[in-house]
């Protein structure tokens, strides 16, 4: 445009006025302060704030104050003037704490676990001897649906914090549990009836084991269940059943020595060594075992199992990798540590396979460290690091079980031989970087020769910054 161009016409009385926001609810920040976030939804993201009027607005004074309205005063506008609230730069801090709250109260659901299933007031009425009296009998039928209803109550009393029903059923019911699911479980056609009598069974075994650990009581006959549950694990059942017989597992093994030895001594290292080969590696072994875990829940209590049964004989776990479970095992927990995975994530898989790595043996870590495992070691251990001391994570203020065991397992690594020394040390001191360096130290020792206030500044009293790092 020119300065002689024709100036633009004023609006006429036909020119409409802008159409107003589409957002209802104040933006900006007049829009006050969020709502508290709902750990149970995540669609109303950002929160809305509190009603806000339009500003120059005509409202009604106080009575109170000035008497009430003037009788001479003109009504009120009926259309008063509303305006548009313009959008400044702290919009995007509204949005970037909106997705803040929002991952808190993922994470917060995430601690929590999955909400127990309810338990209506006339089924909490029930006497804990008649609930025990009714997962005695249920097997005498060998019906499915009569074992689902009363263990599916025991497991629903236990899962809301009722201990009188986990501590005290008998451990003789515990165990004839475990030998009638096998029964029933035979003997029903039905596939949904099988699959729902499994998790009731074995979630409600797994919650009484639990409760009983903490309370510092024992299973009686702990190995002959834990044969049971070796047995259960080798049936076609459901994922949830399959942790729930490996979390049982764990609290016996962590209360008795006998469960240990059972499961050491027998095939239960093999099935164990199976059930987590199915659960973490891909179908394909001719790739060498890729990582490709069906769920992380199963493969944590399988791993973290192992590392008890570990604490007690490593030797049948991750002991000579020419026997057949301790190769495959090693087979699952190079998959688990060495596999591709985001930067500065820290899978719960991989917490729970260095706590079994620490249990191995020297030519363990040797195996590993031939397999490339040093790089991916200290990647896991990075954001450790970063979470527990410069973003203080919650989830990461743990540092004697998430630092601790992630180091010493680099340090051992790195004490292995040769090899284990020069891919630590090419991860922290990069060659190309290290060769800058030494040229640079070699100049300036040669400097020093010819400049003495130079030698006197680099001289080993005060070493480099970088010198003293090394």
């Known amino acids: 445009a020119t300065m002689d161009a024709p100036l633009p016409k004023p609006p006429t009385d036909d020119a409409k006025p802008p159409a ?88 917060e659901r995430r601690k929590r676990g999955p909400p127990p299933d309810p338990v209506e007031d006339d089924e909490r009425a029930v006497p804990a001897a008649e609930v025990w009296a009714a997962c005695a009998v249920a097997f005498a039928e060998a019906d499915a649906i009569d074992v689902t209803l009363a263990w599916d109550l025991l497991r629903r009393r236990v899962a809301n914090d009722d201990n009188e029903c986990a501590t005290g059923l ?92 059972e499961i050491l001594h027998g095939e239960g290292v093999r099935v164990l060594a199976t059930a987590l080969a199915w659960c973490v590696l891909d179908e394909d072994m001719s790739k060498g075992g890729l990582l490709k875990v069906v769920d992380t829940d199963l493969g944590c209590a399988l791993v973290d199992l192992l590392t008890v049964l570990a604490g007690a004989d490593a030797t049948k776990v991750v002991g000579d990798l020419k026997a057949e479970a301790p190769a495959l095992i090693g087979v699952c927990l190079r998959a688990i540590l060495l596999d591709e995975r985001p930067q500065w994530t820290v899978p719960p898989l991989c917490k729970s396979g260095v706590h079994l790595l620490l249990r191995a043996p020297e030519s363990y870590y040797a195996w590993l460290v031939a397999n490339g495992s040093v790089p991916r070691l200290l990647t896991l251990l990075e954001p450790l690091v970063v979470l527990y001391l410069v973003e203080r994570d919650p989830d990461a203020q743990e540092p004697d079980l998430q630092v601790a065991p992630c180091l010493e397992c680099v340090l051992r690594s790195a004490r292995c031989g040769a090899e284990g020394r020069a891919a630590t040390k090419a991860w922290i001191y990069p060659p190309k970087d290290d060769e800058r360096w030494r040229a640079a130290l070699a100049a300036n020792a040669a400097r020093a020769q010819d400049d003495e206030e130079f030698a006197e500044d680099a001289s080993p009293a005060r070493p480099p910054a970088v010198q003293g790092a090394r």
């Open 20 to 107: 107003p926001p589409k957002e209802d609810r104040p933006i900006g920040p007049w829009g006050g302060e969020p709502m508290p976030a709902d750990p149970d939804k995540d669609e109303d993201w950002p929160a809305p704030g509190p009603e806000i009027p339009a500003p120059y607005q005509d409202q009604r004074p106080d009575p109170e104050v000035f008497g009430g309205p003037d009788p001479g005063a003109p009504p009120p506008n009926p259309n008063p003037q509303t305006f548009e609230k313009p959008r400044f730069m702290c919009n995007a801090l509204d949005d970037a704490e909106a997705e803040m709250r929002k991952l808190w109260a993922w994470r």
């Open 170 to 261: 008998a451990s003789k019911v515990l165990e004839d549990g475990l030998g009638g699911l096998e029964t029933v479980l035979e003997a029903e056609d039905d596939d949904e009836a099988m699959r729902a009598c499994a998790d009731a069974v074995c979630g409600a075994w797994a919650r009484c084991a639990k409760a009983r650990e903490a309370s510092g009581g024992v299973v009686e006959d702990a190995a002959a269940c834990a044969s049971n549950l070796l047995d259960l694990m080798q049936l076609a059942l459901t994922v949830r059943a399959y942790v729930a017989c490996a979390e049982s597992l764990q609290s016996l093994c962590r209360t008795s020595p006998e469960a240990c030895h």
